[in-house]
């Protein structure tokens, strides 16, 4: 049998396991396995499972994961956010839909010391969606710019996604943290106009609140500090260059637990509950990555990465007509799948068609990052959606869905004008 | 009652991989302490980092397949009937435990290797083979862990939990 052939027989099982609900990094790791053993033969085969494996878990550039992981769930249970929603409340929550633009002004903060979208979508559900109701908000808008704002959380650092992303493609995940920053702050300001079109366009829909006095805007800010310096610790010790990316996590790991210590927000059942957490999300994310590098093997001996790309760069349509089927692509498969696991299936394969056509690697990382927040919220399977429904348990899962539509139109904007203007992205990263 | 045991026993296995991520988060920051205002190198620290981490993950891997939380693609599974989904539930776990017999077999040859190899840490020049065991030994708990969710899918599924969504906050 020819190598094409078995690498279209190794898809095609590849997504008949995975829609058997069979765990995406085994599937991978069995596919690619199985399809290297019948190219080659069965005893280096298996002399890659147990190598790559090992040199996976014991790589300690991919103690990154685990420790922003535990960073974000330190920050999550002393109760950060909530001190965050208060401090943006006290200066934002006088506008129309004022409410809204707050929650979406502290997920971007919360975001900077919580890697995960999803964990500030759960966090947000808890603290601003019952304030949006106490004020009549309709509950597809508070429930929707609760999704958004979660998708947050990836694209500013630190962002275990960005993390994933670099250490597949063998990335400065540092430089790609920093790469979020400016995107993120765009997010954040567009999310923002977003809200106020829809409060100056149908007047009534959104209430604007009463005005704080300064007093209470002084001591909402008080609040804050901790979250401010722990960003500036440890995004400001890797722009600075005093810390690698995973010598960073540690820091802010370890930063996060002594400020929950010191605040006395963080007792010995919340230390115990964010471990457990931490576990069971870096277990989850190791067996898909050491089966995407099992998967690796099989790409490199059927080619495919190199087909593909040679494939793509034949059609004849421009590197930026290519990047449009890239992204269509990712969305489509977004309907289809979880976002991550599509990120890690589909990147080893297009990475090398994007090296090709000339485009920066971080700064589609970037682009990546964006598809995957698109992905969290969009139609059927937006993991964000799930979640709030979880923590909100009277929402209708469609109410959601009607909800965050004008931000996943605000997205598809913010994705073209990066493509458009890289310099976004890439200002930032370029100057350390 | 043996259910309660078995319970405690999975519960074990999670907190050790737990113990494990609060050790290695504290060898990174009290080495970047200890390196940034005593200028002291703890010795060993970089690699003990890595071995724990292996040691984390592997008990981990443990705990997180018979809670089923690993990263699925569940557009079938969430628009099957009940039925369907607990013979999908049987087949995804079987070809877990098929993956993670194989990973138990070829990680102990590596274990194995390893020692023969006399591979050893770079500054106290400790044997790197134990850490590997400890953590193969964690791949041997998994394929117990698979094979006690296979017996309850089929035999008691009352007994399986359903997995919390919000043990996946890697998006």
């Not at chain 1, 010391?113 to 500030?120: E, L, P, Q």
């Not at chain 2, 397949?65 to 693609?73: A, E, F």
């Amino acid at each position: 049998m020819s190598t094409d052939a078995v690498a279209i027989i190794g898809f095609l099982s590849l997504f008949v396991l995975m829609l058997l609900r069979v765990p995406v990094g085994m599937a991978m790791g069995l596919v690619g396995v199985t399809g290297f053993g019948y190219l080659t033969s069965s005893a280096p085969a298996l002399k890659i499972v147990g190598h790559t494996t090992m040199r996976t878990v014991t790589d300690f550039n991919f103690a990154v994961i685990p420790l922003f992981l535990l960073m974000g769930a330190f920050a999550t249970t002393s109760g950060m956010s909530r001190e965050l929603f208060r401090a943006a409340n006290a200066f934002l929550g006088h506008l129309r839909g004022g409410l809204g633009i707050a929650t979406i002004a502290a997920c971007g903060g919360f975001a900077a010391i919580c890697g995960s979208s999803v964990a500030t979508a759960a966090t947000f559900s808890k603290v601003a969606y019952p304030e949006m109701r106490r004020f009549g908000y309709p509950q597809s808008f508070a429930t929707g710019v609760i999704a958004a704002g979660g998708t947050l959380g990836i694209m500013i650092p630190p962002s275990t996604v960005f993390a994933i992303y670099g250490l597949i493609t063998e990335q400065d995940v540092g430089k790609l943290f920093i790469a979020g920053i400016l995107p993120g702050i765009l997010a954040i300001s567009m999310y923002m106009i977003t809200i106020t079109i829809i409060g100056y366009a149908r007047p009534g829909f959104l209430p604007a609140g009463q005005r704080a006095p300064l007093s209470e805007k002084l001591s909402a800010l008080k609040d804050i500090w901790a979250t401010l310096l722990l960003f500036a610790f440890v995004i400001g010790g890797l722009y600075g260059g005093l810390f690698t990316a995973t010598e960073a996590a540690g820091a802010g790991a370890g930063g996060a637990f002594l400020i929950g210590i010191a605040r006395r927000k963080l007792s010995g059942p919340d230390i115990l509950r964010s471990l457990l957490e931490t576990t069971r999300t870096t277990a989850a994310v190791f067996t898909i990555l050491i089966g995407a590098l099992l998967f690796g093997y099989f790409l490199t001996i059927t080619q495919t990465p190199q087909k593909v790309t040679a494939f793509l760069t034949g059609l004849g349509i421009g590197a930026y007509g290519v990047l449009t089927l890239i992204m269509l692509m990712y969305l489509v498969l977004g309907c289809l799948m979880d976002a991550l696991a599509m990120i890690i299936l589909t990147v080893p394969i297009i990475f090398p068609v994007i090296k090709e056509l000339g485009f920066d690697p971080i700064w589609f990382g970037v682009i990546i990052v964006m598809t995957v927040e698109l992905g969290l919220i969009h139609p059927p399977v937006g993991m964000n959606i799930f979640v709030i429904k979880s923590v909100i348990e009277d929402v209708k899962i469609s109410t959601i869905f009607y909800g965050v539509m004008p931000f996943i139109i605000t997205d598809l904007i913010r994705l073209v004008i990066l493509i458009a203007f890289p310099i976004i992205a890439l200002f930032l990263p370029s100057r350390m | 009652m043996k259910s309660v045991y078995m319970d405690r026993f999975i519960d074990s296995i999670e907190w050790i991989a737990a113990v494990f991520v609060g050790v290695v988060a504290a060898d990174v920051f009290i080495t970047i302490f200890l390196r940034y205002f005593f200028n002291i190198q703890i010795p060993d620290s970089y690699d003990f980092g890595q071995l724990l981490l292996g040691i984390l993950i592997f008990w981990g891997i443990a705990a997180t397949s018979y809670r089923g939380t690993h990263i699925t693609v569940d557009l079938v599974y969430a628009n099957i009937p009940p039925r369907w989904q607990r013979a999908m539930d049987v087949f995804a776990t079987l070809v877990l435990l098929f993956v993670v017999l194989v990973q138990t077999y070829t990680l102990f040859d590596k274990v194995v290797s390893t020692r023969d190899a006399n591979l050893q840490t770079f500054d106290l020049r400790l044997p790197v083979w134990p850490f590997y065991a400890v953590a193969w030994i964690g791949d041997v708990a998994a394929v117990l862990l698979i094979a006690v969710r296979t017996w309850r899918l089929i035999f008691h599924p009352e007994l399986i939990k359903k997995p919390d969504e919000l043990a996946r906050p890697v998006e």
